[in-house]
């Protein structure tokens, strides 16, 4: 029997791809976006002392209490906004879960959901197994700003939902008090969902605040804002994140989670609760020691022939390779990664139609400064 594919034009995403490549080939791996530094000390010491309480069966479903109401302290400390833990605060099997559960609790068969180009690439296949069909309304080539008349005129009797993400994966561009009052201006008066990937939230740079959706009442009252404590907390493997919602919308999400995985690893709920508590200064300083990771990895990259685009936000190096080589961006990654043994992340994955003649590359900078300092001595070879 060969069943005919609800996912045709999906394969093996370019993450796995350029991590295998990168082993096969002992490269230095700055491709897939992890951190290969310890997770904060404590978190360690609170996941074990909850197993040896006795928590490892499953936990509720909409997550440990402790942990939701830590969540909402903490939204209520940076952004002014208290949500209610019992009813708008749901944790989730990682941001991708959070991702999948917000599309398929309102998007229909027949809907559209405006996607901003580039995107992560769990967005459209999500929204293509609920039926709808993806949008693409591309950022700024360069600069990554959004079109927001662009993004009005994508708009049709259809449009279900608009999906944003800031800081941006992959080029870490953020948005501004004026986008948030564009983005508020072009959804008043609609019956558009919005939902806001912010899983970089406190990786914010140069003295910039991040602009939550959850700052702005007209906009979080439409949205679910989708949070990570694998970025916070160096800890991507424990896929453990959190979904804010309105009543309503967090009604409809938590029927999807409930029958996808219905909870989520129990003893790291109790850690993270936790750590939010007794150490709200990590989250509050994670901007600072990403900073200088970026500074100092883009002073070296400026003694490489390749040309570091500024990163207002999230822990990725966009460089601009095309006074290296002339190759289409996945071909110069595959050739980076066997030939000079560093790992890069095109950007061609990201987008529905690239733009044409761009030669981009993404660069993870949550590195180790071994890695790091390894990675730039083999690109000064280039």
């Not at 060969?2 to 796995?16: A, D, H, Q, Y």
């Not at 879960?97 to 769990?122: C, K, M, Q, T, W």
């Not at 907390?233 to 938590?254: D, M, N, Q």
Request: charged share 20%; glycine share 6%.
């Amino acid at each position: 029997m060969r069943p005919e594919s609800k996912l045709p034009n999906v394969g093996t995403t370019i993450f796995t791809v350029m991590s295998q490549l990168a082993a096969e080939h002992g490269a230095v791996n700055l491709g897939q976006g992890f951190p290969d530094f310890d997770v904060p000390p404590r978190l360690v010491e609170e996941l074990a002392r909850a197993m040896r309480a006795g928590h490892n069966q499953y936990a509720p479903m909409t997550g440990v209490p402790a942990l939701r109401q830590a969540i909402a302290a903490k939204t209520a400390r940076v952004y002014g906004h208290a949500p209610d833990p019992d009813a708008e605060v749901t944790v989730t099997s990682g941001a991708t879960e959070a991702l999948f559960d917000a599309i398929h609790a309102v998007v229909r068969a027949g809907d559209e959901v405006i996607v901003l180009d580039p995107a992560y690439d769990s967005y459209e296949p999500a929204i293509e197994l609920a039926g709808a069909r993806a949008v693409h309304v591309p950022l700024d080539p360069r600069s990554f700003a959004a079109d927001w008349d662009a993004v009005r005129a994508a708009i049709t009797p259809r449009t279900r939902m608009l999906i944003v993400n800031s800081p941006h994966n992959p080029s870490g561009a953020t948005f501004s008090a004026g986008d948030m009052a564009a983005l508020e201006a072009l959804l008043d008066g609609t019956g558009i969902v919005l939902l806001s990937d912010e899983v970089y939230e406190h990786i914010v740079f140069d003295g910039a605040r991040h602009e939550s959706v959850l700052r702005y009442p007209a906009l979080r009252e439409r949205a679910f804002v989708v949070s990570s404590f694998g970025k916070t907390y160096h800890c991507t493997g424990w896929k453990i994140g959190y979904c804010i919602a309105p009543p309503r919308l967090s009604a409809e999400f938590r029927k999807v989670h409930q029958y996808n995985v219905f909870c989520t690893f129990a003893p790291a709920q109790h850690a993270f609760a936790a750590m939010l508590e007794a150490e709200p200064e990590h989250y509050e300083g994670l901007g600072a020691f990403y900073q200088a990771k970026r500074d100092g990895f883009r002073e070296r990259l400026l003694g490489t022939r390749l040309k570091p685009l500024p990163v207002p936000g999230g822990y990725f190096q966009l460089v601009d390779y095309a006074e290296v080589s002339d190759l289409d961006d996945a071909a110069f990654c595959r050739w980076l990664t066997v030939e000079h043994g560093v790992a890069a992340i095109p950007l061609s994955p990201f987008y529905a139609e690239p733009p044409a003649g761009q030669r981009l590359a993404r660069l993870c900078f949550a590195k180790n400064e071994a890695t790091l300092d390894a990675a730039i001595e083999r690109l000064r070879d280039l």
